[in-house]
C-alpha cells in the first residue's frame, strides 16, 4: 500500500512556473513507476508524464512535452513535477499515481493516487 500526498499547486500567470511534489508513504514506493495526470473541469483525467522506478526513463504527454520535466528522490519518498511556459490549458487538478506499468498511460493502469493539486494559469 502505497499513500501519496500531492503539494506546490497554485495560481499562475501564462508563461510562468510552478512545481508540484508528491510526498510518498507506506511500503514499496521505489518499485513503483510514478506518474502525474491531470483532470479539467468536464475532461477526462489526462496523461502527463510517467518516470521508471529507478529514475532512468521518462514519458511525457506530446501536450507537456518540452515544458515539463519529472523527477524522483526515492531516497526522500518524492516525486516532482517542473511545470515551465505555462499556458491556460494547463489548468485543471493534477494528480500522482502510482503504477506497476512501465510507461502506463492509462489512469486503470495506476494502482494509487493522492488527492490532487489544483494549478490554475490565467492568460
Known amino acids: 500500500q502505497v499513500q501519496l500526498v500531492e503539494s506546490g499547486g497554485g495560481l499562475v500567470q501564462a508563461g510562468g512556473s510552478l512545481r508540484l511534489s508528491c510526498a510518498a508513504s507506506?511500503?514499496?514506493?521505489?518499485?513503483?513507476?510514478m506518474g502525474w495526470f491531470r483532470q479539467a473541469p468536464g475532461k477526462e483525467r489526462e496523461f502527463i508524464s510517467q518516470?521508471?522506478?529507478?529514475?532512468?526513463?521518462?514519458y511525457y504527454a506530446d501536450s507537456v512535452k518540452g515544458r515539463f520535466t519529472i523527477s524522483r528522490n526515492s531516497g526522500k519518498n518524492m516525486v516532482y513535477l517542473q511545470m515551465n511556459n505555462l499556458k491556460a490549458e494547463d489548468t485543471g487538478l493534477y494528480y500522482c499515481?502510482?503504477?506497476?506499468?512501465?510507461?502506463?498511460?492509462?489512469?486503470?493502469?495506476?494502482?494509487?493516487w493522492g488527492q490532487g493539486a489544483q494549478v490554475t494559469v490565467s492568460s
Open positions: 499515481a502510482a503504477s506497476q506499468r512501465l510507461g502506463g498511460r492509462a489512469a486503470e493502469e495506476y494502482n494509487f
Open positions: 507506506g511500503r514499496g514506493f521505489s518499485t513503483y513507476h
Open positions: 518516470i521508471s522506478e529507478r529514475g532512468t526513463l521518462t
